[in-house]
């Protein structure tokens, strides 16, 4: 099943109805995470298959080649997304030797790697503070928090990303951390 | 008799009393205050190249004089009408059968809400709401809103609407910006500033270079207005001008001056004649704002480029593409001022601010890919309606058209005038069809660029911590920008950097 048709089949456009003639699949919900919905996930495309918040949406779908990924949003501040290197940045080809730049995203140095197995890989782990402007804006909105998994796979890796605000991203956090739990590289 | 006789005759008579006309009363003086506009209006009316004055009269663009009312209460209901059909238009994508569902249309929809008539908005709402519904609402007021566009076009508009423009001309624009002659001579003085600030560097003289008249650099004209949402500057394709945001620019003006006169400073320029009489009489002030500002100014002077280079500004401002801001333009926009900082930080690192443009250049080096993401993210989060790919704009232009094929017609005039509107947004498609194969093509010849210089990026931003190192007034600061310097160092491998950094670091333990 192609990405955006497993997605598309839970919730109609802001949970209005769609018809039944316009393709709807109904995926069945598997647990209630923090009290969202998560659906099984497959990725063709990109080789992958886990866990997503089924009520999310396809945000980025338009700006990301399925076959490097999948963004999904909560509508509103939060996001949670899945890449596969190096396809989605040539020059990071190892998972450690990328989790190992992001001192330069903050002036907090580098932030504290672990590591942790699931699922029988050797999964990084770390997180990270970063300032948010609107575009075209030097107004400092907010602080987001950005939470990362980056799994090994051969030639490559799968990076997972929360995003959310600060203040705010603990209530979507067992989400991401379901989504992880859940993660099977195909390759 | 004949009719023109009559007329004479009835023009030479004079009338009795009791019919004489009475004289027209002058029109009713428009006072934006009083129209109960909000910011959003307002910075519309303005971004259309209205001046809305602190006494409440509202200077027309043609003119530059006092609008009266019936004209104002116009260009306010147009406003108002092209918020509504540039809503109804993201709505139909939305509900796009093809498209997949995407609970985030929530969030987008409550922001073009008030944009869109009340009982579709709240049907839209409505999750028990069936789509096709909403379709049919959303179908039916799009009509209206054609009809309002319509009916306000003569054959004269559309016959110039359909002719084409030769590349290199401007086309039918808005007056030229300036009201009057200070706010030219102000202009005038950070186009030159800019100019200066800019053509010191070698990328940025490429990009002044793309602005060229005549073998000289051409630069829009420069104005300050209020942008509201902590916008800094936006290039403006009605008056193909740049503009600079009142309250952003005082902040560099009141940089010039030492703390303890800032805000004796702030209080004496709290208009904008006042800031604008300062500007005329400091050099420096102007010098200051530009160098604070010259970054962003290389990001809207290089959309000036697109206008400049493409059509499709020229379709737009004639209302023959959608009025979009299209993500594509700003990718590449965003991707030209961060080459600007680059080479900045080669040739001159202590001129880079450590600022947010900064941060999106370093999020660039990091990675081309995310960073792209993010981008169309946020400002399609910022501008719902009007932040689209051409892929979107070239679906909204498709939907034009074919409300324009299904419109019935009774007379030849109406004939002709569907014509005529089918010949210029089939000329719109194809150019925004045109621009996304150029557009492809030119980022697929930058990105090895920019992705290709990578290790001399850290070695350029290495040196950069460094200098910022040596200038910081806390130890704190600097102890951060020497660890910075330090990876960047390392991660460039350049062995002359990296000695240069630890000497730095042990001459300040």
């Known amino acids: 099943m192609k990405p955006a048709l497993a997605l598309a089949v839970l919730v109609a456009l802001a949970a209005c109805k769609r018809a039944p003639e316009e393709g709807a699949i109904v995926v069945p919900t598997q647990e209630i995470v923090a009290g969202v919905g998560m659906i099984d996930f497959t990725s063709e495309e990109a080789g992958f298959s886990c866990r997503v918040p089924g009520e999310w949406g396809v945000r980025e779908s338009k700006y990301l080649d399925p076959a490097k990924g999948l963004s999904l949003w909560d509508g509103k501040r939060t996001h949670i997304s899945i890449t596969k290197f190096p396809e989605m940045e040539p020059q990071y080809k190892d998972a450690r030797a990328y989790a190992e730049t992001f001192w330069m995203l903050s002036d907090k140095g580098q932030p504290e790697i672990t590591v942790e197995k699931i699922g029988g890989r050797t999964v990084l782990r770390f997180h990270q503070e970063r300032p948010y402007y609107k575009p075209h804006s030097r107004k400092l909105e907010y602080m987001n928090r950005f939470d990362y998994a980056l799994f090994p796979i051969q030639g490559g890796f799968f990076q997972i990303e929360h995003r959310a605000v600060a203040s705010e991203y603990k209530a979507t956090l067992p989400v991401f951390e379901a989504v992880v739990r859940s993660f099977k590289p195909k390759i | 008799m004949k009719p023109l006789i009559i007329l004479a005759v009835m023009l030479v008579m004079p009338a009795p009393a009791a019919a004489a006309p009475t004289p027209a009363a002058p029109a009713a003086r428009a006072d934006w205050r009083r129209a109960g506009i909000d910011e959003r209006v307002k910075a519309g009316l303005i971004s259309l190249g209205w001046r809305l004055e602190d006494d409440g009269r509202a200077l027309d663009p043609k003119t530059k004089a006092p609008a009266d009312k019936t004209a104002f209460d116009k260009a306010v209901l147009d406003l108002r009408q092209d918020a509504r059909r540039a809503a109804l238009e993201s709505l139909n994508l939305m509900l796009d059968p093809k498209r997949p569902a995407d609970p985030g249309d929530r969030a ?126 936006r290039y403006d394709y009605r008056r193909r001008a740049v503009v600079l945001d009142r309250e952003g620019l005082l902040a560099s003006v009141i940089g010039t001056v030492p703390p303890r006169r800032a805000s004796a400073l702030r209080a004496s320029l709290s208009t904008r004649d006042a800031l604008l009489a300062y500007l005329e009489a400091h050099p420096e002030a102007v010098e200051a704002v530009v160098k604070e500002n010259d970054v962003v100014l290389v990001h809207e002077l290089t959309h000036a480029w697109q206008d400049r280079r493409d059509p499709v500004f020229r379709e737009m401002a004639r ?106 947004l089939t000329r719109g498609a194809r150019r925004l069809a045109e621009l996304e194969t150029a557009h492809a093509n030119r980022m697929a010849a930058l990105d090895p660029e920019i992705q290709g210089a990578t290790t001399a990026s850290y070695k350029d931003l290495g040196s950069y911590y460094l200098v910022q190192a040596s200038a910081a007034a806390r130890a704190p600061d600097r102890m951060v920008f020497l660890e910075k310097a330090a990876r960047y160092a390392e991660a460039s491998g350049d062995k002359a950097l990296i000695e240069e950094v630890r000497k730095a670091k042990e001459a300040k333990e």
């Open chain 2, 319 to 424: 209302g023959n593409i959608p009025d979009v801001q299209p993500l594509e333009y700003e990718e590449e926009a965003y991707k030209t001022k961060n080459l600007y900082l680059r080479s900045k930080l080669k040739r001159d690192p202590a001129s880079v601010r450590m600022n947010d443009d900064f941060a999106d250049y370093v999020m660039m080096t990091h990675g081309i890919g995310s960073w792209r993401r993010k981008l169309f993210d946020d400002i399609e989060t910022a501008a719902p309606a009007r932040a689209l790919t051409l892929k979107s704009a070239i679906a909204v232009e498709a939907g034009r058209l074919q409300r324009v094929r299904a419109r019935s017609v009774a007379t030849g005039e109406e004939q002709r005038a569907k014509a005529l509107d089918l010949l210029t």
């Open chain 2, 108 to 233: 987008r929809l409550e922001m073009l809400a008030q944009d869109l008539p009340p009982g579709l908005a709240a049907v839209a709402l409505d999750p028990k709401s069936d789509l096709s519904k909403i379709r049919a609402m959303a179908g039916a007021e799009l009509d209206k809103v054609a009809a309002y566009f319509d009916g306000g076009r003569t054959m004269a508009d559309r016959r110039a609407a359909a002719q084409p423009v030769p590349a290199g001309t401007p086309g039918p624009r808005a007056e030229p910006p300036y009201y009057t002659v200070l706010e030219r001579s102000v202009g005038e003085r950070l186009q030159a500033s800019a100019r200066a600030e800019i053509g010191r560097d070698p990328f940025g003289r490429t990009v002044l270079s793309r602005l060229d008249a005549a073998g000289k650099p051409d630069l829009p004209p420069i104005l300050i207005e209020d942008q509201g949402g902590g916008v800094v500057a």
